[in-house]
């Protein structure tokens, strides 16, 4: 397996297979890989002759420094879990690589991401969007695999890709759980033995909420507070939002009469944590 350093080499690797007739399979990453970014892999891997790997922990998509700096990076480790699981190729830049000179052109979103992650963290999905087409841009034509883990970021990518015209054909991939039902994160890698299980009220909070909607409950505003109260009762655990939302523009809907997402973020020792799950009110074959 092949780590490349350079954007010039990373270009020039993909256009060489392209070349031999090979098509491409892309998996942006942050890095400390865990088995929710192989099942990306695997899934390229199911539609490409070639799986390439990046992984670059973006500046721009973070407005605080010290979440930036207490990001995991672990290259080494990455790079055996990436070859374990078959991947080709990982292209990791550095940040002078990717932004020789500050960016004089970035990538401006619209409403889809001025709500939730958007607004507790703002010019987070410009920071996204923004590296994304680059990424999308050095790679070229592919099939890019993005993580319902990041719910809004996936509808925000598919977004980006149909409106700027990228020629990349984007697969969703669903959430990986530890068996406990935590969702994988590297972020989890900060978390104390407490905080790890205090986190659990995240998946919990969704389990909750969807119960909720199954049975019938057709207020928004009921089921995010029963998720919120839940969170709140756990004492490490700092809820920002809980919500149930239309799955496609993310905005809450007067009564939930259709399936919706529920989405939760909150904050456990330091660390900030998302989750989110479907739920359809019931008689609604799409329960899920
Ligand atoms: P990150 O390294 O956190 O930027 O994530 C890179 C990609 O992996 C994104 O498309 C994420 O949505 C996806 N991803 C992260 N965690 C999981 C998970 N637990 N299950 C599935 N996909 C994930």
Request: net charge negative; with cysteine.
């Amino acid at each position: 397996m092949e780590i490349v350093r350079e954007r010039s080499a990373w270009r020039a690797l993909l256009d060489e297979r392209r070349l031999k007739g090979d098509t491409i399979g892309f998996v942006p990453t942050m890095g400390a890989l865990h088995a929710g970014h192989l099942s990306l892999c695997d899934a390229v891997r199911a539609r490409t002759d070639f799986v390439g790997v990046s992984i670059f922990v973006n500046p721009l998509q973070f407005g605080d420094p010290s979440d930036l700096a207490a990001y995991p990076r672990d290259l080494d480790d990455d790079a055996s879990r990436a070859e374990a699981a078959g991947v080709d190729a990982i292209f990791a830049p550095s940040v002078e690589e990717m932004y020789p000179r500050p960016p004089s052109v970035v990538v401006s979103t619209g409403p889809l991401a001025h709500r939730l992650e958007g607004s507790s963290r703002p010019g987070h999905f410009d920071g996204v969007a923004t590296v994304v087409t680059r990424l999308l841009g050095l790679s070229g034509p592919c099939v890019a695999a993005f993580g319902e883990k990041d719910y809004q970021q996936l509808a925000i990518v598919r977004a980006l890709v149909e409106d700027l015209e990228i020629p990349v054909q984007i697969v969703s991939c669903p959430i990986v759980r530890e068996p406990d039902g935590l969702a994988m994160s590297s972020r989890n890698r900060r978390l104390s033995g407490a905080g790890r299980l205090a986190a659990l009220a995240l998946s919990e909070a969704l389990e909750l909420g969807a119960r909720l909607v199954e049975s019938g409950e057709r207020s928004p505003g009921r089921v995010g507070a029963a998720m919120t109260a839940h969170l709140a009762a756990q004492p490490l655990v700092t809820p920002d939002y809980a919500v149930a939302v239309d799955p496609d523009d993310l905005v809450e809907p007067v009564e939930i009469a259709s399936p919706v997402r529920l989405l939760v973020a909150a904050t456990v020792e330091e660390v900030r944590l998302i989750d989110n799950r479907a739920a359809s009110p019931p008689g609604d074959v799409e329960a899920g």
